[in-house]
């Protein structure tokens, strides 16, 4: 059993610990994330994943077609990121895998992913990578997660909101580690939280900055204390053509 969870949160997982499981034969190879994130850096291109998001709990809602988008974000983007949770942002697995079938770029499953379930769908419908958040999981289980994407050949992208989050993912051994500005329980925005979190963190794991990213100046500010990459959604959502200027 996960954490011992309150409000939404408590909702989410226990929605999620009952996800049916999507019988697939994979039909796309794997694409290398981190891999990718270090060709962009080195060719001087701001490495952003492009999120599909309609809803979100702290009240954001945009619709728009998912494969136009993700055509258009697979010539800017490092990788595209979708929402697979179906209760609270209105995302699903039919998303993933339509989304994942039109790009030949890295795609990351962003769920709340606490069973091994999760993870076998996430590979058939095509996820490259797959999100784990640190604050819903014990450390055995994120560990025994961790381990199970990788028997996959994909992965992990390791969520943390704390210090401890971020010692969790560390002893673990995550390599891509996600730092979130909001707070999963409050849904508040701590910038400074993030921004030390990301300044403190060794220099060998890949630092992807999440949340709240509006403009250039944000994303560069994240860069020179730094992060490598940038997860951006509701920004893009509202206007996919602000990509072209976060790159
Ligand atoms: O829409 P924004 O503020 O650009 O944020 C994107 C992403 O960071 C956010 O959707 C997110 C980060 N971690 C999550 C975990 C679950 C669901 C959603 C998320």
């Known amino acids: ?7 939404w949160l408590k909702d989410v ?32 291109i701001n490495p952003v994943i492009a999120e599909f998001k309609r809803t979100s709990p702290s009240g954001f809602s945009v619709d728009r077609d ?18 697979t949770e179906e209760k609270f942002f209105n995302g699903s697995y039919t998303l993933l895998k339509s989304i994942s079938s039109s790009v030949d770029i890295p795609v990351l499953m962003k769920d709340f992913v606490v069973t091994e379930t999760q993870i076998d769908t996430g590979y058939n419908l095509g996820a490259d990578l797959i999100l784990l958040i640190v604050r819903i999981l014990t450390e055995r289980e994120l560990e025994g997660l961790i381990e199970y994407v990788r028997s ?3 992965e992990p992208l390791v969520e943390v909101h704390s210090k401890d ?6 002893r673990c051994g995550a390599s ?19 921004k030390e979190l990301i300044s403190t963190s060794p220099k060998d794991i890949v630092k992807v900055a999440e949340s709240g990213i509006e403009s250039r100046d944000q994303l560069m500010e994240l860069k020179k204390i730094g992060a490598d990459a940038f997860l951006i959604g509701s920004s893009l959502m509202k206007d996919p053509e602000k990509i072209k200027e976060f790159i």
Do not use: C, H, W
Not at 1 to 7: C, D, I, T, W
Not at 181 to 188: H, I, S
């Open 176 to 194: 891509l580690v996600g730092f979130n500005a909001r707070n999963l329980f409050t849904l508040e925005m701590d910038v400074d939280l993030q």
């Open 1 to 7: 059993m996960p954490r011992y969870l309150e409000g």
């Open 152 to 154: 996959y050949k994909l």
């Open 66 to 83: 998912p494969i136009g988008y993700a055509k258009f974000m697979r010539n800017y983007a490092v990788a595209l990121s979708v929402l």
């Open 165 to 170: 989050d971020l010692e969790i993912a560390l």
């Open 13 to 44: 997982v226990e929605y999620s610990l009952r996800r049916e499981y999507i019988s697939a034969e994979r039909i796309r190879p794997i694409y290398n994330g981190i891999g990718r994130i270090n060709q962009f850096k080195e060719s001087g």
